[in-house]
């Protein structure tokens, strides 16, 4: 049975995921590497389809494949010509929000916004919905929604 703390250890663990990655490539270190992490051990792509919309994609909104998961975080794909590196932008806090959580045994569905940071700026309020599957023992991400707040 996954655990509301499970959940929130997950979100930290993304989170800080995300930040090594923008570190990384501010440092000019083996980002790819910390990227390809990310993706292996908090998607579920190794097992099953993963529902992905990005936040920021709007040609290729779906990323059904690790290579677009991959492409969106660091960028550099010539499929994906919109993406710039959402992961390598610099974040140095994120900050998650849950709205609520759904827990069905062995998935645990969440929906908030998540608040992201460079340095001491204004965060960037990102709306979310997951779906977390527990695989091997481990939370995997399944479907990750995201997409900026409506603007009027």
């Known amino acids: ?3 509301i703390q499970d959940i929130l250890d997950f979100q930290k663990e993304w989170g800080n995921s995300i930040i090594k990655i923008s570190d990384s490539y501010k440092k000019n ?3 790819l590497n910390d990227t390809n992490n990310l993706i292996d051990s908090l998607y579920a792509y190794d097992h099953e389809e993963v529902l992905f ?3 920021l994609a709007s040609d290729n909104q779906f990323r059904l494949s690790r290579t677009g998961a991959l492409s969106y975080f660091i960028g550099g794909n010539n499929q994906f010509k919109e993406d710039e590196g959402f992961a390598i932008k610099g974040w140095t806090k994120i900050r998650w929000e849950n709205a609520g959580h759904k827990i069905y045994n062995d998935i645990a569905v969440c929906m908030g916004n998540y608040f992201f940071s460079i340095d001491n700026s204004e965060p960037l309020k990102v709306e979310f919905t997951i779906v977390l599957k527990k695989i091997d023992g481990r939370l995997k991400l399944i479907l990750h ?5 409506f603007q009027k």
């Open 53 to 55: 919309k990005p936040t």
């Open 29 to 31: 270190i083996d980002y």
């Open 145 to 149: 929604d995201s997409h900026l707040p």
């Open 1 to 3: 049975m996954i655990t």
